[in-house]
């Protein structure tokens, strides 16, 4: 790691290693590190792979200048929000410019006020919002739930992405479906995957899963296996019953 490059999170399980910073990055957070492959403990390596060290890291907040054309957008952002009497520091967490695309981590408190001064605002003019997904990250304690938004500008020709944390403990996060009606079955089909409750959506339901199902299948702690399929009055069992190793 340069000089330059810091680094926060909890590296105290890297065994002193420092991961390896992308170029132009000044700063990441590393999230948890992991060692091995496989999932084999306490057992012999016969695989090569048991020295492997994956340290997990997001990019960490970006400094002025961003460039690309992105700190005129920041300002004009900055001073709309400040004009409709919300707090820059206090909406807006981080801000991170990486691969080419800016990022505004928005705190869950505000998302509703951020989306309407991206909708209405006429030096912004995001008309078009392409939907939520859900990001589940286990081991970002206090933030393990993540909603990923799209905001397209017709007007100004710009994308952004805002991003929304919500802990495991308190998954809800307030709907923008009021602002963009196209969030509707991106917001249910993300409640249904990872669990994140959207405070006001008109109709909170299952979009994907059975409407009786347990569970959120797309976050890291569920359970993998599956469940038996019935195929032309056979069951098949599933995939992780189908084969024992004595």
Same mark, same amino acid.
Not at 135 to 143: E, I, M, N, S
Not at 165 to 182: K, M, N
């Given at each position: 790691?340069?000089?330059?490059?810091?680094?926060?999170?909890?590296?105290? $399980?890297?065994?002193?290693?420092?991961?390896? *910073?992308?170029?132009?990055?000044?700063?990441?957070?590393?999230?948890?590190?992991?060692?091995?492959?496989?999932?084999?403990?306490?057992?012999? $390596?016969?695989?090569?792979?048991?020295?492997?060290?994956?340290?997990?890291?997001?990019?960490?907040?970006?400094?002025?200048?961003?460039?690309?054309?992105?700190?005129?957008?920041?300002?004009?952002?900055?001073?709309?929000?400040?004009?409709?009497?919300?707090?820059?520091?206090?909406?807006?967490?981080?801000?991170? *410019?990486?691969?080419?695309?800016?990022?505004?981590f928005v705190t869950r408190e505000h998302l509703v006020a951020f989306a309407l001064t991206l909708r209405d605002e006429p030096g912004l003019r995001?008309?078009?919002?392409?939907? *939520?997904?859900?990001?589940?990250?286990?081991?970002?304690?206090?933030?393990?739930?993540?909603?990923?938004?799209?905001?397209?500008?017709?007007?100004?020709?710009?994308?952004?992405?805002?991003?929304?944390?919500?802990?495991?403990?308190?998954?809800?996060?307030?709907?923008?479906?009021?602002?963009?009606p196209t969030c509707d079955w991106h917001e249910r089909e993300t409640w249904d995957f990872f669990g994140i409750v959207f405070d006001g959506h008109?109709?909170?339901?299952?979009?994907?899963?059975?409407?009786?199902?347990?569970?959120?299948?797309?976050?890291?702690?569920?359970?993998?296996?599956?469940?038996?399929?019935?195929?032309?009055?056979?069951?098949?069992?599933?995939? $992780?019953?189908?084969?024992?190793?004595?």
């Amino acid at each position: 790691m340069s000089d330059s490059t810091t680094a926060t999170g909890s590296p105290n $399980d890297a065994g002193g290693l420092q991961p390896v *910073v992308p170029q132009g990055v000044k700063a990441i957070d590393l999230i948890n590190v992991s060692s091995g492959s496989f999932g084999v403990q306490g057992s012999g $390596d016969t695989s090569g792979f048991g020295g492997l060290v994956d340290m997990r890291v997001m990019p960490g907040p970006s400094s002025r200048p961003y460039g690309g054309g992105f700190d005129e957008l920041a300002e004009e952002l900055e001073l709309c929000l400040a004009a409709r009497g919300v707090p820059a520091e206090g909406s807006v967490e981080k801000v991170v *410019v990486d691969r080419g695309e800016i990022t505004f981590f928005v705190t869950r408190e505000h998302l509703v006020a951020f989306a309407l001064t991206l909708r209405d605002e006429p030096g912004l003019r995001f008309e078009f919002c392409s939907g *939520v997904s859900g990001v589940h990250f286990p081991d970002d304690t206090g933030r393990e739930l993540h909603a990923v938004y799209h905001f397209l500008s017709i007007t100004h020709n710009r994308r952004i992405r805002v991003e929304v944390t919500a802990p495991d403990a308190d998954p809800h996060i307030p709907s923008i479906v009021g602002v963009y009606p196209t969030c509707d079955w991106h917001e249910r089909e993300t409640w249904d995957f990872f669990g994140i409750v959207f405070d006001g959506h008109p109709a909170l339901t299952r979009i994907e899963m059975p409407d009786d199902w347990i569970g959120h299948p797309q976050r890291k702690d569920y359970p993998l296996g599956g469940i038996e399929v019935e195929f032309k009055g056979a069951t098949i069992p599933a995939p $992780d019953r189908r084969r024992a190793y004595n």
